[in-house]
């Protein structure tokens, strides 16, 4: 707009000075007005429809020919190459150049002006003949230099603006941080004392009643209470979901290639698709995962769930008003590359927006956006030696696709082994029964578990399972989702009848597409294609968390509880009550420190970021210290677990950590674990 003003004043001013001023030969008023009107029209051009936009840069470019190169030159040869005017057509040049940064364009729009211009002039009828008096190979120099000169600058200072252009990106990006992570620690402990409450209600309704138990709240009003609840919870994890991934976008993903670990694509993406905040039933409904042939990446977990989070939040958006939306999510395995595809059939993304999806802070056609979360993706995918790109049709679809590069057989080998020699120790001696009536499986199942020094036992059937449940100890079994005559629900509701208190895991051995057709609600659940880490560590935390034995063992063991805010120190204790364990607390690091001087505590449970001490000092000090307690386990809770936090907590000596709101399951399974560590990690 404002070159516009500029040049639609320039043109009028230079008319009336170089005709009626300089008296020069030759000033056309007409050339004159249709530069003025088009410089006039530049500056309305904001209020055009847009539909006018893809045609935008092609008028621009014909303005810029005609306003500069065309006129500057029609004037310099119509004046006999007039002193004033070689002075002016090296101006032009230097303008010329701060529109056009691309020396290609450049040279192309500034030749076709000056073609245009000579063309003008033979055709002229006020044809004057040429007879310069100025040194011609000279001023070519001059022009030559006057490019080559101005694009070195212009070059120059394009890379003084770029890097201005990152410093104002990264104070920007750092602010926001900041804030977003201020924010999340502070709206996460209400979030979680509205969701532990939540769960409270929900088991002290009782699941069936009769008009004696309950005469003042009868069955209908239980239901409506019931579903009540369960949407607030909905919306509460929809809530802490939004957060998660605001956060996230936040990040800055510059993982060490050592840290990447082996990670099945089958199973993080499944895992990412269940624990999604979906807005309702219907946007869950609209997700199709299609496993095909897993595949090993190195990655890390959150990050790579934190990419599909951007990319499903994006296409559940652009399919809010399409009846028949879907998004369909599949692998596949090559020789050196592995792909992950996300493909919605929204309104697909217009041709000259795509290049600039992945720009940070750029975003179309989507209200509230960011335009973090595909930058953010970028970064990751970047990180884990991969690529992210996006393919589209306008009113057909969209699709991405994750790249990650073939891992190498030895090091797939290397990571196992690492795997069954961490767990070994822990399944030697204990007895397996693999309840499946497909061949296949049983014997791949097996061969998985060979390792271990694990004893295995099969059976075909429910009855068959529970008849040498009956009559055999084993420490776990793991059932087929579609065991003949007793399911594994069936066998399991039998199991509980009959008092054995036998974990389970629940295999789903068939083909499921969506996540409704599967029940993630317990973590003892595992999926094919097996992936060895997820087997193994299921399997692990299922036996873990057999409540007898574990309240027996920990009845001699003491936690010491320590956040300031006093709702959450209650919800920790009522968690740790499960275990039997002898419950101190304190309010800050300092009381924590003063607490352990005086007390023998097992485990340290501790608030990372906190009034008068936080958990990263309190725990620094812990274990530079001499004193008896300086090997203490410590867990750290956190509302904004990101990379940093996770390095100062692992620099401060805190082994372990877990975000807010803190799960049941999970919880116990880490606090278990932990009160066997004797020596800081």
């Given amino acids: 707009m404002v070159s516009g003003i500029i040049g639609a004043l320039a043109n009028v001013f230079f008319y009336f000075t170089f005709k009626y001023g300089f008296h020069l030969p030759y000033e056309n008023f007409w050339l ?89 002039y033979n055709f002229s009828t006020h044809n004057i ?92 009003n239980i239901e409506t209470i019931h579903k009540r609840v369960v949407q607030a919870q909905s919306a509460v994890n929809r809530g802490l979901h939004v957060i998660t991934m605001t956060l996230g976008n936040f990040r800055k993903p510059d993982i060490a290639k050592s840290t990447l670990t082996c990670l099945s694509a089958a199973t993080v993406t499944r895992k990412a698709i269940e624990e999604y905040g979906y807005a309702s039933d219907q946007e869950k409904k609209m997700i199709t995962f299609e496993p095909g042939h897993d595949f090993i990446f190195l990655g890390e977990e959150d990050n790579y769930t934190l990419v599909l989070y ?5 296409a559940l958006q652009v399919l809010q008003a399409k009846p028949d939306g879907r998004i369909v999510i599949s692998l596949k395995q090559g020789d050196t590359t592995n792909r992950v595809y996300v493909r919605d059939n929204g309104p697909g993304i217009q041709p000259e927006v795509l290049p600039r999806i992945f720009d940070s802070f750029f975003t179309s056609g989507k209200k ?67 309840a499946c009536d497909k061949p296949e499986f049983r014997k791949t199942f097996k061969a998985l578990l060979a390792p271990l020094m694990l004893g295995t036992d099969t059976v075909t059937d429910g009855r068959e399972a ?13 059932i087929d989702s579609e065991l003949p ?22 295999c789903v051995t068939s083909s499921r597409t969506t996540p409704l057709d599967y029940n993630l609600e317990s973590e003892s659940t595992l999926f094919t294609p097996l992936a060895l880490h997820e087997v193994l560590k299921t399997l692990k935390s299922t036996i873990e968390a057999t409540r007898a034995p ?74 530079s210290g001499t004193t008896a307690f300086r090997t203490i386990p410590i867990l750290g809770l956190s ?12 620099e401060s000596g805190i082994n372990d950590n877990l975000m807010k709101p803190v799960k049941l399951k999970p919880f116990l399974q880490k606090v278990t674990a932990m009160l066997n560590i004797s020596q800081p990690a």
């Fill in 32 to 120: 004159r007005l249709i530069a003025t009107l088009m410089c006039i029209s530049v500056i309305f051009m904001h209020r055009l429809p847009k539909s006018f936009s893809p045609y935008f840069p092609y008028y621009w470019h014909t303005f810029l020919i005609f306003v500069l190169p065309f006129i500057f030159t029609v004037n310099l040869l119509m004046n006999n190459f007039h002193e004033l005017w070689l002075y002016w057509e090296i101006f032009m040049i230097f303008v010329l150049m701060m529109f056009i940064p691309n020396w290609f364009m450049f040279m192309f729009d500034f030749l076709i002006g000056v073609l245009g211009a000579i063309i003008f």
């Fill in 129 to 220: 003949p040429l007879d310069p008096s100025f040194n011609i190979p000279l001023y070519l120099i001059v022009i030559v230099f006057s490019i080559i000169a101005g694009y070195i600058f212009s070059f120059g200072n394009a890379n003084t603006i770029k890097e201005l252009e990152r410093k104002k990106s990264e104070e920007k990006y750092l602010a926001l941080e900041a804030l977003a992570g201020s924010i999340a620690h502070e709206l996460r402990n209400p979030l979680s004392q509205v969701h532990h409450n939540l769960n409270e209600i929900l088991l002290e309704l009782p699941v069936k009643t009769t008009e004696k138990e309950t005469e003042s709240l009868p069955n209908k």
């Fill in 310 to 314: 951007n990319l499903l939040v994006n």
């Fill in 368 to 434: 509230g956006g960011t335009g973090l979360g595909l930058a953010f993706c970028k970064r990751v995918m970047t990180s884990f030696d991969g690529t992210i790109s996006c393919n589209s049709e306008k009113d057909r679809y969209t699709e991405f696709v994750l790249e990650f590069p073939a891992v190498d057989p030895k090091v797939i080998r290397n990571y196992e082994s690492q795997l069954y020699e961490e767990y070994r120790p822990f399944f030697t001696g204990k007895k397996l029964l693999i």
């Fill in 466 to 478: 529970f008849k040498k449940l009956s009559t055999e100890r084993f420490d776990l079994v793991l």
């Fill in 485 to 506: 005559y007793l399911n594994a629900d069936e066998l399991s509701k039998k199991l509980n009848i009959a008092t054995k208190e036998l974990p389970v895991v629940t």
């Fill in 550 to 623: 574990i309240k027996e063992s920990m009845s001699d063991k003491t936690v010491l509880v320590v956040d300031d805010q006093d709702f959450n120190r209650k919800l920790i204790k009522t968690m740790l009550n499960k275990l039997g364990v002898r419950i101190l607390e304190g309010a800050n690091g300092l009381e924590a420190l003063k607490i352990l001087e005086k007390e023998h505590c097992d485990l340290l449970i501790m608030d990372m970021r906190m009034p008068v001490m936080d958990g990263f000092e309190t725990a620094a000090q812990i274990r």
């Fill in 639 to 650: 509302g904004n677990v990101d990379s940093e936090s996770l390095k100062m907590a692992a």
